[in-house]
T-cell receptor, first 114, second 113 residues
Framework: DAKTTQPTSMDCAEGRAANLPCNHSTISGNEYVYWYRQIHSQGPQYIIHGLKNNETNEMASLIITEDRKSSTLILPHATLRDTAVYYCIVRVAGGVQGAQKLVFGQGTRLTINP | NAGVTQTPKFQVLKTGQSMTLQCAQDMNHEYMSWYRQDPGMGLRLIHYSVGAGITDQGEVPNGYNVSRSTTEDFPLRLLSAAPSQTSVYFC????????????FGSGTRLTVV
């Protein structure tokens, strides 16, 4: 299974871009990278996912390196409400009937400071 | 459209008691799963299902049973609760045939004393 490595914690000033790195050096060619966040003890919230190309949605941008061994989640204008634990996950195949499973790591605790 | 609904939100059990955590989704998702989250930790997969009648184990299945008789519901049963099962439990669902995010429920906080 592909595993991910993230910094334990990061700080960012409100209004600035928050750039969260993730290493996934053992990722397979058809495995997607997913990002989720968890605010306090709420259920994780889906942010974005990608395979090879950079992706952008209303919440964030995802930059994946050409060799796919790492990626960066970018929150362009961080607010205090973006304070959360951010999980970088590779969705792994191999489950029953080809099911793909999300295997969570420890994540990065992002703190947005006023 | 309610998404993923988990009940109850809080529960206290005595060691040895049994109970069922309920999870229901109204998005016609084929895939449903249960995770547990211990304090300061990431989520760990307990069991998952890819459709009615089809379930499989995740990383930490011991002490838990599941079954899936309908597309909408995926209950998690604790047969004989132990203090080590004190945790927050999350249910999640998604489509099987397309890439996309999981939808998570708001969680059940379980304490076993």
């Amino acid at each position: 299974d592909a595993k991910t490595t993230q910094p334990t914690s990061m700080d960012c000033a409100e209004g600035r871009a928050a750039n969260l790195p993730c290493n996934h050096s053992t990722i397979s060619g058809n495995e997607y990278v997913y990002w989720y966040r968890q605010i306090h003890s709420q259920g994780p919230q889906y942010i974005i996912h990608g395979l090879k190309n950079n992706e952008t949605n209303e919440m964030a941008s995802l930059i994946i390196t050409e060799d796919r061994k790492s990626s960066t989640l970018i929150l362009p204008h961080a607010t205090l409400r973006d304070t959360a634990v951010y999980y970088c996950i590779v969705r792994v195949a191999g489950g029953v009937q080809g099911a793909q499973k999300l295997v969570f790591g420890q994540g990065t605790r992002l703190t947005i400071n006023p | 459209n309610a998404g993923v609904t988990q009940t109850p939100k809080f529960q206290v059990l005595k060691t040895g008691q049994s109970m069922t955590l309920q999870c229901a989704q109204d998005m016609n998702h084929e895939y449903m799963s249960w995770y547990r989250q211990d304090p300061g930790m990431g989520l760990r997969l307990i069991h998952y299902s890819v459709g009615a009648g089809i379930t499989d184990q995740g990383e930490v299945p011991n002490g838990y049973n599941v079954s899936r008789s309908t597309t909408e519901d995926f209950p998690l049963r604790l047969l004989s609760a132990a203090p080590s099962q004190t945790s927050v439990y999350f249910c999640a669902s998604s489509y099987m045939d397309r890439e996309g995010g999981y939808t998570f429920g708001s969680g059940t906080r379980l304490t076993v004393v």
